[in-house]
């Protein structure tokens, strides 16, 4: 059974490791992390993207200018396409959304984000509470914002965003989408 879980837990993070980049603010101060959601556009946090344009490094070591297309600190999210979209799709893996309010206390969850430079880098702790913010008894540290948290079947539940008492707190993906899709109305 062991087996069996650390089998099916090493394809669910490998899976997120390739759904996860690396955005870099060209002026060097600091780095985060972003999540390629369906469509191509890279959800990140606010904070993480200070400048209109950004450096995005794919999991496979490329790296691309991109652009802040939208940024509400409000929520703290940001929306980044990057120049080469093609380049994106092909080096990165589709991920699937899963609505927050269904993670349930004591579910597995896992963070993937860059956390000290270290790529691609994975903790997992237990979900405590999914409200306004999903909150997660999970180790974060610089370079995790931005990045997916998921379940242990890789549905992305949030966006990383910060630590508060030890506690991981990540912007649900209903916030995500409604700021998703509150775009595309405007861009239409």
Known sequence: ????????????TAALRAA?????????????????WPGGTIVTNAHVVGTRRVWVELPDGA??????????????????????????????????????QTLRVGELVVAVGYPLGMGGAVSAGIALRAGRLVVADVRLLPGNSGGPLADVRGRIVGVNAMVA????????????????????????
């Open 1 to 12: 059974m062991s087996d069996d879980l650390d089998a099916a837990l090493g394809e669910v």
């Open 20 to 36: 996860t980049v690396r955005i870099e603010d060209p002026r060097g101060r600091g780095a985060g992390a972003g999540v390629v």
């Open 63 to 100: 790296r691309f200018g991109a652009t802040v297309v939208h940024r509400d600190p409000r929520r703290d999210l940001a929306l980044v396409e990057v120049d080469d979209a093609r380049a994106l799709r092909r080096s990165t893996s589709e991920i699937v959304v899963r609505a927050s």
């Open 165 to 188: 008492n030890g506690l991981a707190l990540a912007i649900p993906t209903e916030t995500v989408l409604r700021l998703i899709q509150s775009r595309d109305v405007r861009a239409a």
